[in-house]
């Protein structure tokens, strides 16, 4: 079982919709958890952290944790055709490394 | 100027070639990762380094060895190239506690 789970997608929304992202994790003593954005052929880059159950928001992105849960999710309101891209869920374990996800490929329909 | 710089950008070679791969930061982190990542499944550890005399395998490390030359310098190195390297390569610095991770370009190399 991948440690750390994505829905690959595609997933596709209209410009100024709400993407929705999931992410599941198995490690039950995970503290940090990470969103990332990578375009095609480039760098990941970070766009959310959390630490703690409950939301994070910053600018349109909205990070949701629920340990309990052991899922982790990243809203992003009035998508922009900028925002298609792949997004890829971390999760920092035990061993204090990052878990990658597949990620999972949005694209925003203009 | 780049925190995280790779070097080559771009490399193409033959099956069996030794081949390095350098990763420089002026993030001033101590801890420093080599991913491989390849379509459809995400980023895969290599190596980590959390300082110049720690340097431990990740997930996938058969077939890559690493040195860690200074606090800003980690390199990566196939011995004998094979086919099925060919992916991008990325390199990774964070520091203690915070664990986020910054990304440096990649480095995009084809084995033939």
């Known amino acids: 079982q991948k440690e750390v789970e994505q829905n690959s997608g595609p997933l596709s929304v209209p410009e100024g919709a709400i993407a929705s992202l999931n992410c599941t994790y198995s490690d039950r003593v995970s503290q940090s958890f990470f969103w990332y954005r990578q375009y095609s052929g480039k760098s990941p880059e970070l766009i959310m952290s959390i630490y703690s159950n409950g939301d994070k928001e910053d600018g349109r992105f909205t990070a949701q944790l629920n340990k309990a849960s052991q899922y982790v999710s990243l809203l992003i309101r009035d998508s922009q055709p900028s925002d298609s891209a792949t997004y890829l869920c971390a999760v920092a374990g035990s061993a204090r490394q990052l878990t990658f996800g597949s990620g999972t490929q949005l694209t925003v329909l203009p | 100027d780049a925190d995280v710089t790779q070097t080559p950008r771009n490399r193409i070679t033959k099956t069996g070639k030794r081949i390095m791969l350098e990763c420089s930061q002026t993030k001033g982190h101590d801890r420093m990762y080599w991913y491989r990542q390849d379509p459809g499944l995400g980023l895969r550890l290599i190596y980590y380094s959390f300082d110049v005399k720690d340097i431990n395998k990740g997930e996938i490390s058969d077939g890559y060895s690493v040195s860690r030359q200074a606090q800003a310098k980690f390199s990566l190195s196939l011995e004998s190239a094979i086919p099925n390297q060919t992916a991008l390569y990325f390199c990774?610095?964070?520091?203690?506690?915070?664990?986020?991770?910054?990304f440096g370009p990649g480095t995009r190399l084809l084995v033939l």
């Open positions: 990774a610095t964070s520091v203690p506690v915070e664990e986020t991770q910054y």
